[in-house]
T-cell receptor, first 118, second 113 residues
């Protein structure tokens, strides 16, 4: 299947700092990228959907000023956690989907980024 | 909107036995149903998917069945191996249009050697 990479895989930061996570589709053009958050032993919670060149659509309860998403190209999306606090510590996973013809194809996930805020 | 229920939440089987995980969905417009396997500390990996125009799909030891009338679909793993131990998620969405996947809560499968 298609490959989605994420960087960094792990990050530890101090409270109040900002952290940027990159998500790249390596062998296809991702017209749509999704950002998920996952707490231990729980399912994936969709945070936002981003289409290349457009503003991201955030799910209810997700602060758009806290979690800045940029999808500037067909292969790169970034999530910036601004002024991070310990409650932002979580596993963040991006996902990418391409579009061909009249249907959107399979959705592939990155390996995830473990964020720990001290 | 779509709601996906998944059962059981945990499942233990002996190596070589079969494992079955079941999901139900609420939106009759959904027509794409993927299954993901997630190992500890990793992102979900697509293992099989099915579209509403077929009732069953098989890939080696893994099969998925779909009953559109009842709005449920199941994952079947035969001849389980210890490396099948992971968390499995079902999901559903409409394949046309840019709708996001809706996930079940996951099933933690343990295959005991």
């Amino acid at each position: 299947g298609a490959v989605v990479s994420q960087h960094p895989s792990r990050v530890i930061c101090k409270s109040g700092t900002s952290v940027k996570i990159e998500c790249r589709s390596l062998d296809f053009q991702a017209t749509t990228m999704f950002w998920y958050r996952q707490f231990p032993k729980q399912s994936l919670m969709l945070m936002a959907t981003s289409n290349e060149g457009s503003k991201a659509t955030y799910e209810q309860g997700v602060e758009k000023d806290k979690f800045l998403i940029n999808h500037a190209s067909l292969t790169l999306s970034t999530l910036t956690v601004t002024s991070a606090h310990p409650e932002d510590s979580s596993f963040y996973i991006c996902s990418a989907r391409d579009y061909s013809g009249s249907t959107y194809n399979e959705q592939f996930f990155g390996p995830g980024t473990r964020l720990t805020v001290l | 909107g779509e709601n996906v229920e998944q059962h059981p939440s945990t499942l233990s089987v002996q190596e070589g036995d079969s494992a079955v995980i079941k999901c139900t969905y609420s939106d009759s417009a959904s027509n794409y149903f993927p299954w993901y396997k997630q190992e500890l500390g990793k992102g979900p990996q697509l293992i099989i998917d099915i579209r509403s125009n077929v009732g069953e799909k098989k890939d080696q030891r893994i099969a998925v069945t779909l009953n559109k009338t009842a709005k449920h679909f199941s994952l079947h793993i035969t001849e389980t191996q210890p490396e099948d131990s992971a968390v499995y998620f079902c999901a559903a969405r409409m394949i046309s249009g840019n709708t996001p996947l809706v996930f079940g809560k996951g099933t933690r499968l343990s295959v005991i050697a």
